[in-house]
């Protein structure tokens, strides 16, 4: 079982800056894709951010310029530094990352979130 935990989530004042990590325990890191998810109050789950194990990077548009996915293969850890932050950043944030099965396919894991606030 793919065990996710993520990190680094804290309250920042608008403009700051936090770095969240996600480590994961999965044995095949290296040919999974990786994301960060966040969901406000009130709020569906949104994708914020996703790199694929090619390195290529996806940004939602709130977050482009702001943010930057990257990952760590050796320490099977992916991070999203966060920059330039705005109470509408305010939300738990969770690390997805999705794996080949052996069967063929794809499977997703979920961490448990971590909770970024950002006060104005």
């Known amino acids: 079982q793919v065990q996710l935990v993520e990190s680094g989530g804290g309250l920042v004042q608008a403009g700051g800056s936090l770095r969240l990590s996600c480590a994961t325990s999965g044995s095949i890191f290296r040919l999974s894709a990786m994301g960060w998810y966040r969901q406000a109050p009130g709020k569906q789950r949104e994708s914020v951010a996703t790199i694929t194990s090619g390195g290529a990077t996806i940004y939602a548009d709130s977050v482009k310029g702001r943010f930057t996915i990257s990952r760590d293969n050796a320490k099977n850890t992916v991070f999203l530094q966060m920059d330039s932050l705005k109470p509408e950043d305010t939300a738990v944030y969770y690390c997805?990352?999705?794996?080949?099965?052996?069967?063929?396919?794809?499977?997703?894991?979920w961490g448990q979130g971590t909770q970024v606030t950002v006060s104005s």
């Open positions: 997805r990352s999705t794996i080949p099965t052996p069967v063929g396919g794809l499977r997703d894991y």
